[in-house]
């Protein structure tokens, strides 16, 4: 294809090619990588669209639902495409390597009843367009978009948001790989926010206006870099997810928070875990280990409402802790450790009751 293109693509090429060469400053590899993309990209559509108008894609306007999915679709086409879709309550797109933009304000306030928008895998998209327009939008769901970026976005979303969920994605702008910098997100205004998920951003510092929430749901895995002070004072009603017991005891030490009655430690790669306040932990009554490394737990006598428990890949636990008489219910999951442990002749038989 390269002879065929307006530009000649070879260095741009080159760049994504040599990314794996050491040596060189990793924050200026990523963005230099990222430009190349988009370059090759656009001279990519340039060719397909050159000497064809292509198939125009006119959608029935009653249409409820929209999922594109690996296509070559630009900008433009999907502004046209969206402009006449009244009825649209969901649209989905991903690995659409050729959109770099949402469309604008004026295109999401005709989609009147659109609930969900959800984005994977669309490398090359740096900016969610007018999205505030969307007065309806209920759920946001971001996955693997390394271009986008998302800390101005966030600030622009429409005040109806009831659950954002952003995982793998870079979260700055072009300044992203200025480690000098502080990236923030900032989700005090959303006040219909009930849901929140926020996993695998490294570069994700602040997290701004969380504690004047109400939230149901709170999930916060593989953000390294965020401070401890700017989840400490939220406020959460039913599930709490956090990836290491040092956040979860950094909340329990705060003066007035209110553990919710479930609560999950996803990817803790520790061996070992401490609660420090397990008299805070008290009222507890669900409490689930996700994908990881643990080999041991502490006591749990303390927790006197703990009704269920459960572990879930979680291949290095080797027993169940001592546990209070309210527990109910355990449930493993590729566990093979502590399956073995919780069979008749392990160690673990005696402190179950029931393991689904």
């Known amino acids: 294809m390269m002879p065929l293109m307006d530009t000649d693509v070879a ?16 924050a200026f590899v990523k963005e230099n990588i990222i430009k190349a993309w988009i370059h090759c990209q656009e001279q990519r559509i340039k060719l397909l669209y050159r000497n064809s108008l292509g198939t125009q894609f006119v959608p029935p306007s009653t249409l409820c639902e929209l999922r594109l999915c690996n296509c070559s679709i630009t900008d433009w086409a999907l502004t046209i495409c969206l402009g006449g879709l009244s009825s649209l ?3 989905q797109l991903q690995g659409i390597m050729s959109l770099t933009t949402l469309p604008s304000e004026a295109v999401f306030q005709h989609l009147k009843t659109l609930h969900s928008l959800v984005i994977l895998e669309c490398w ?12 309806s939008l209920l759920s946001v769901y971001l996955s693997s978009c390394p271009s986008l970026g998302l800390a ?25 790989y200025d480690y000098k910098s502080f990236v923030r997100l900032s989700v005090g205004h959303l006040t219909s926010l009930k849901t929140l998920e926020l996993s695998h951003l490294p570069d994700l510092c602040m997290l701004e206006g969380l504690p004047s929430l109400q939230l149901d749901e709170l999930t916060l895995v593989l953000v390294p870099k965020l401070s401890a002070k700017y989840i400490s004072h939220c406020r959460v009603q039913k599930s709490l997810t956090v990836r290491s017991s040092i956040m979860l005891n950094d909340m329990l030490s705060t003066e007035g928070f209110a553990i919710p009655a479930q609560v999950t430690l996803e990817c803790c790669k520790k061996p070992f875990i401490l609660f420090e306040r397990s008299d805070s932990l008290s009222s ?30 979680c291949p290095n636990l080797l027993s169940l802790p001592a546990l209070p008489t309210s527990i ?11 399956k073995e442990s919780c069979s008749p002749n392990g160690e673990s038989w005696s402190n179950w009751k029931e393991i689904e």
């Open 11 to 26: 260095e741009h090429l080159r760049v994504i090619e040599s990314s794996q060469a050491g040596g060189r400053d990793e």
């Open 89 to 91: 309550n969901r649209l």
């Open 124 to 135: 090359c998209i740096r900016s969610l367009g007018g999205i505030n327009g969307a007065a």
């Open 152 to 176: 101005h976005g966030v600030e622009s979303m429409p005040l109806s948001l009831g659950e954002l969920d952003v995982s793998n994605c870079m979260l700055a702008s072009e300044t992203v």
């Open 284 to 313: 507890v009554q669900h409490l689930c280990f996700m994908n990881c490394g643990i080999q041991s737990l502490p006591s749990l006598k303390d927790l006197s409402c703990l009704e269920s428990l459960k572990f879930f890949t």
């Open 328 to 338: 109910r219910r355990i449930r493993v999951e590729d566990c093979e450790l502590l």
